[in-house]
């Protein structure tokens, strides 16, 4: 038999599950041309040319033995060199490669960062609406997740709320950047309240209580908005990153923690990181794909094609009477549900074709995720179905 922490997991994950056979249902009733699956953040927009022609170079002119064969679970020397060196440049910073731990994407980072530091009973806070999975991932540690009520409708974080849920338990503090699933993007002047915050509370506790910076959207922003690099802010920070979104390589799992030198007690942890890497079963990161990112960690994708397609989805819903925050990164619209019961609304939008994930896997009930990641021509042939769900709500 499965355990019951399984159990509990796969019953929180089961309303995403079903959002799978729902569309799959859909298909098969409605067609395919008349299905509109906003669900999943899979991007929707090829890697850049770049990235696959250095994979073929890679393949045809290194030697197979090391393409495929272990790693040093915390990555190759040259690809954290690599790295650290885009980072310095980008941001100011003197990292080198002892600074960088390759990872399989930042979900598999976030997961050998809280291996390394929780123990049974520790608390991780985070901000709804947050990324689903964080939950399980706290959990599988042994920790648990204190999620902080959202706050509408700017969806920012509340010092106040941080102040009055830090305890002795505490070990981390999630933060994602921009936001899954808002789209907001958190500015420098509440991230330094945080900061501030933590200071006294580390004086307090007489400890390090770390923050999470889950980044794998950085490079997605809008509209001049800017991502601020949180260890400039808060010497305990460790980076998340992922290249799933930046370089569309979703499936590729291949990402890196950044671990700043100043972070307390930064041998320990590189030292518990590449443990953790290797007791979850993860080894090291994909051999390959550590050596295409350390040849195109400077690449992005041309942002363009989300930007086109978030301006086209926000404007028509604008216009239907749909209530939205323009978001300014990511690619999601946190839609406001046209009924107090977002899983009624959510299956009022199956009968026009339209499938969205409800706020509650995020944390966060009465809106709805719409993941605007999809064809550009995708979103087009919706714009009817979304205007007369909307119409039937306003008879």
Request: hydrophobic letters at 40%; one cysteine or more; glycine letters at 8%.
């Amino acid at each position: 038999m499965i355990s019951n922490k399984m159990k509990r997991i796969m019953d929180q994950n089961a309303g995403m599950a079903s959002l799978f056979t729902a569309a799959n249902i859909l298909r098969a009733k409605m067609g395919d041309e008349n299905v509109f699956d906003f669900t999943i953040g899979n991007p929707n927009m090829k890697a850049p040319d770049g990235v696959n022609e250095t994979a073929i170079s890679i393949l045809q002119n290194t030697d197979s033995l090391l393409i495929h064969s272990y790693t040093n679970p915390a990555g190759m020397p040259s690809v954290r060199e690599a790295v650290a060196k885009s980072l310095n440049k980008r941001f100011g910073e003197e990292y080198t490669g002892a600074n960088i731990v390759m990872t399989t994407g930042a979900a598999g980072g976030m997961n050998a960062f809280l291996k390394t530091i929780i123990d049974i009973g520790d608390e991780v806070i985070t901000f709804s609406p947050y990324f689903g999975d964080y939950l399980p991932y706290v959990e599988n540690h042994g920790g648990t997740l204190v999620e902080l009520p959202p706050n509408p409708p700017s969806f920012l974080p509340d010092v106040d709320a941080v102040r009055a849920a830090i305890t002795e338990k505490t070990k981390a503090i999630i933060i994602n950047n921009p936001n899954n699933p808002t789209g907001v993007v958190y500015g420098e002047d509440v991230l330094k309240e945080i900061a501030r915050l933590l200071e006294e509370k580390e004086a307090e506790l007489g400890r390090a209580v770390y923050l999470i910076s889950d980044e794998p959207y950085r490079e997605l922003v809008f509209d001049g908005a800017v991502v601020p690099y949180i260890p400039k802010l808060y010497k305990n920070t460790i980076v998340a990153y992922s290249y799933s979104k930046s370089l569309s390589l979703p499936g590729d799992r291949i990402g890196y923690l950044t671990v700043p030198s100043e972070v307390e007690d930064f041998a320990q942890i590189i030292e518990g990181l590449s443990t953790a890497n290797r007791i979850l079963g993860f080894i090291n990161a994909p051999a390959l794909q550590q050596m295409v990112v350390g040849q195109c960690c400077e690449t992005i994708i041309d942002v363009e094609f989300y930007n086109r397609n978030r301006e086209l989805l926000y404007n028509a819903l604008q216009e239907y009477g749909f209530t939205c925050a323009k978001p300014e990164g990511a690619f999601y619209l946190f839609v406001k549900a046209m009924e107090e019961d977002t899983f009624a609304f959510s299956e009022k939008a199956k009968e026009f074709g339209l499938v969205v994930i409800p706020g509650e896997t995020f944390g966060c009930g009465g809106y709805v995720r719409v993941a605007y990641c999809v064809s550009h021509e995708m979103i087009g042939r919706s714009l009817p179905m979304w205007k007369a769900l909307a119409e039937s709500y306003q008879k």
